[in-house]
């Protein structure tokens, strides 16, 4: 089975600065699709950025990046600038097609400080 | 258009009270999957549907937990004789054909006393 591990079950940084989060998943399958998702404080999920196994180039979106070690079974977040609105719990999850249901690690809480 | 919404989104039952959260996708979407959210867990799937086939039922935690979609759009899980370890957010999330994303709703927080 399918297991998606965060190992940071909280994080701070401060506004302006850069963190990373961390995810490693492990899985016996060659195609498969990572994301990661932002669950603010009683509002709904939404997905931050995504990334396909097959694809070496690492994904960015704005202020979001992630660094894919596919060896490894490695899928780490970068947000560079952080800001007020990013304080949230963040969840990786892995996902092994376009109808798969999706696996979830527990997920890191990121505190923004001023 | 609309998000995937979700009713109701606050319900407190009795334990041993029947229940049924509801969850409209996005117009379109074939494909529908709920997720249970314990307190500080990550989502944890239940089951999904394709139109109104329910194809993977494998995480329904027991034969108390029951979901239709029964005209492929608006769907239903059903919880009946709630005890306490069902107290947990529910989560519905759709996707349209091709997308590997799915949006989510904003959930249904059961609680049972």
């Known amino acids: 089975a399918q297991t998606v591990t965060q190992s940071q079950p909280e994080m701070s940084v401060q506004e302006a600065e850069t963190v990373t989060l961390s995810c490693t998943y492990d899985?016996?399958?060659?195609?498969?699709?990572l994301f990661w998702h932002k669950q603010p404080p009683s509002r709904q999920m939404i997905l931050v950025i995504r990334?396909?196994?097959?694809?070496?180039q690492n994904a960015t979106e704005n202020r979001f990046s992630v660094n894919f070690q596919k060896a490894a079974k490695s899928f780490s977040l970068k947000i560079s600038d952080s800001q007020l609105g990013d304080a949230a719990m963040y969840f990786c999850?892995?996902?092994?097609?376009?109808?798969?249901?999706?696996?979830f690690g527990t997920g890191t809480r990121l505190q923004v400080t001023l | 258009g609309a998000g995937v919404s979700q009713s109701p989104r606050y319900k407190v039952a009795k334990r041993g009270q029947d229940v049924a959260l509801r969850c409209d996708p996005i117009?379109?979407?074939?494909?529908l999957f709920w997720y249970q959210q314990a307190l500080g867990q990550g989502p944890e799937f239940l089951t999904y549907?394709?139109?109104?086939?329910?194809?993977?039922k494998s995480g329904l935690p027991s034969d108390r937990f029951f979901a239709e979609r029964p005209e492929g759009s608006v769907s239903t899980l059903k919880i009946q004789r709630t005890q306490q370890e069902d107290s947990a957010v529910y989560l519905c999330?759709?996707?349209?054909?091709?997308?590997?994303?799915?949006?989510f709703g904003p959930g249904t927080r059961l609680l049972v006393l």
């Open positions: 999330a759709s996707s349209s054909p091709g997308d590997w994303t799915q949006y």
């Open positions: 899985t016996s399958e060659s195609d498969y699709y």
């Open positions: 990334q396909e196994a097959y694809k070496q």
């Open positions: 999850a892995y996902g092994t097609g376009t109808a798969s249901k999706l696996t």
């Open positions: 117009s379109g979407h074939v494909s």
């Open positions: 549907f394709q139109n109104e086939a329910q194809l993977d």
